[in-house]
């Protein structure tokens, strides 16, 4: 089973506006995206960082009432940690992407996660230095040398890393490197690869889609912190 789910919303700032790279670095087929505009230098950050940790809530919480996103005891450390680690893309323009999501039924009116693709795109110019070095503070803390094998290849135009984990489920794997402008870090199995190719012009982004064009002028988007 394959859940479609939208919501457009905007968080206003007079002097915030949404980068327009950001829109053609997303998937054009995406299932959910939230947009995140960096405060000017003399702005207040924590307070940024903040609202930005609320919107993402928000949406975990839409997307946790579909019963697409099932939170177990065990992930809260490793969401925690996640949520820490926003301050490593403070300063840079950044988006939250889900591309897929799959539940598998159980019976009963029940089901189970069967697949989840999201992408972390964060447009940092090639200053990746405090990113980079968050990426291992969570491999070291996460992962076990008996458990966990990354996998370096050559593609997209840069050296990818590839973690599996013989802990988790098959389609969870985790993917970064810096492409192009941009960071990315990937979870699952095709959300990276999906990212890298739209932001090498081999796939069609969100910023082509007719629908989201019109809501993104609809709400202001261009002229907001968060979208």
């Known amino acids: ?14 002097a915030f506006a949404i980068s327009p790279a950001l829109p053609r670095a997303v998937p054009k087929d995406s299932l959910a995206v939230v947009f995140v505009e960096p405060p000017p230098v003399e702005a207040d950050i924590s307070s940024s960082v903040r609202s930005t940790v609320q919107t993402l809530s928000y949406v975990v919480q839409r997307l946790r009432d579909t019963g697409m996103i099932p939170v177990q005891a065990g992930s809260v450390g490793v969401i925690a940690d996640v949520i820490s680690s ?77 973690l ?42 969100l910023a082509s889609d007719a629908w989201f064009a019109q809501q993104h002028q609809a709400i202001d988007g261009a002229n907001a912190q968060t979208e």
């Open 1 to 14: 089973m394959r859940i479609a789910v939208w919501f457009v919303f905007c968080v206003g700032a007079n």
């Open 86 to 162: 926003l301050s490593a893309i403070q300063g840079f323009p950044w988006a939250v992407v889900l591309t897929d999501a799959r539940a598998k039924p159980l019976g009963n009116g029940s089901h189970r996660l069967a697949d989840l693709q999201i992408v972390l795109l964060v447009k940092s110019g090639g200053r990746n230095e405090a990113i980079a070095r968050r990426i291992q503070t969570l491999l070291s803390t996460w992962t076990t040398e008996d458990t966990a094998e990354i996998a370096k290849r050559d593609e997209f135009g840069t050296a990818t890393f590839t």
């Open 164 to 205: 599996v984990d013989s802990r988790l489920p098959a389609w969870v794997r985790f993917k970064w490197a810096s492409v192009d402008d941009y960071y990315v870090v990937g979870m699952g199995t095709r959300a990276f690869d999906a990212a890298a190719r739209t932001i090498r012009k081999r796939a069609p982004s």
